[in-house]
């Protein structure tokens, strides 16, 4: 079955792949651009440049799923032998349609409530849960062979910045907690960042079988993040703008708990680890930063809490990846 669904996903399929990656991420330059337009100038219209770089994005992405959805058909000889390629490109497109259904649900939101105040309206987070759905979906067609020592190569490469993609957009989910420094409690803030970078960070280490892979998640994500604190800094949109959530100290957490161990035990271990990581590792790097930090105590007394929640997040990361690969081992 392997073997088989490398072929299908030939040459011209990566290619559109490919262009699905650069077109989510140009899809999320416009998600955070948004934010800064709507603080900065406000919202006159719903065809703002941020909306137009948005759902360019998206149309990017839907056309060049479609594209390699039908290569991989002509090449499997019918879409059933597509297989798991097959449906991973199918669910790609469906998330950029689920995606793009929730803009005409924000026009009508907007005018019978107003503004926003928050991103946590349900057309905004039916527009994210369709990207991610089509994320996931495009990452589960590319990255066939992977977690069984396949040639990494491009494919992999592509494979990482979905799920960098996928954690950026599940902490841009937090709102205002990614967005402003002073936002962030010691508790709430981590309960919540906790189990939505678990997802994504987990997953990729499962899902690639490699080691360092949600290290190297972190740190396109990170990059990525940094990329847009600058344009909001250049643009005014904040007095005081958030930096990244830190979770390279959880990523590589992640990764050492895997390697060399069995696949159960590897996963408890990540998923005990990741929250204490996680708080940890912010407080740390709150220290170098001019917003008052968290008292050592409260650090102490909320982690296990954050703890509870965090393991979720890293099982069901683990579950997600299952999904994912399910039918090729």
């Known amino acids: 079955m392997e073997r088989m669904e490398n072929r299908v996903v030939g040459a011209g399929a990566q290619a559109f792949g490919s262009l699905g990656v650069l077109a989510v991420f140009v899809a999320l330059a416009g ?17 703002v440049p ?33 297989g798991r390629a097959g449906a991973g490109f199918a669910v790609a497109a469906l998330g950029s349609i689920i995606q793009v259904s929730a803009a005409p649900l924000d026009g009508l939101w907007h005018e019978r409530y107003g503004l926003d105040v928050t991103v946590w309206s349900p057309p905004h987070l039916m527009g994210a849960a369709g990207a991610l759905i089509g994320i996931y979906g495009l990452a589960c067609a590319l990255g066939t062979g992977l977690h069984r ?16 993609a996928a954690l950026s957009l599940s902490l841009f989910a937090l709102g205002p907690l990614d967005f402003r420094l002073d936002r962030r409690d010691v508790l709430f803030y981590p309960l ?25 998640v972190a740190l396109i994500y990170s990059a990525f993040r940094l990329i847009t ?19 390279l100290l959880a990523a590589l ?37 001019p917003v008052q930090n968290w008292e050592p105590l409260q650090v102490v007394a909320s982690l296990a809490v954050i703890s509870v929640a965090a393991t979720a997040g890293a099982l069901a990361g683990d579950r997600l990846q299952e999904v994912m690969r399910s039918g090729r081992d």
């Not at 050492?256 to 407080?283: M, N, T, Y």
């Open 50 to 82: 941020p909306h137009r770089l948005i759902y360019s994005g998206t149309a990017i992405f839907f056309v060049s799923t479609v594209c390699a959805l039908l290569l991989a058909r002509r090449r499997a000889g019918s879409l059933r032998a597509t």
């Open 149 to 164: 020592g396949g040639s990494f190569g491009w494919a992999g490469i592509n494979v990482l910045l979905l799920f960098a």
């Open 253 to 289: 957490t992640v990764d050492l708990a895997l390697l060399g161990k069995r696949e159960g035990r590897g996963v408890l271990g990540a998923a005990v680890l990741f929250g204490p990581a996680l708080v940890l590792g912010e407080w740390a790097f709150r220290a170098f930063l």
């Open 31 to 47: 998600v955070y651009w948004d934010v800064s337009w709507h603080v900065v100038i406000g919202r006159e219209t719903f065809w």
């Open 229 to 247: 604190l600058v344009v909001f800094v250049g643009m005014g949109a904040f007095e005081n703008p958030g930096p990244p959530v830190f979770v």
């Open 192 to 216: 919540l960042a906790g189990p939505l970078a678990a997802i994504p960070l987990v997953a990729a280490a499962r899902y690639t079988g490699r080691f360092g892979a949600a290290t190297a």
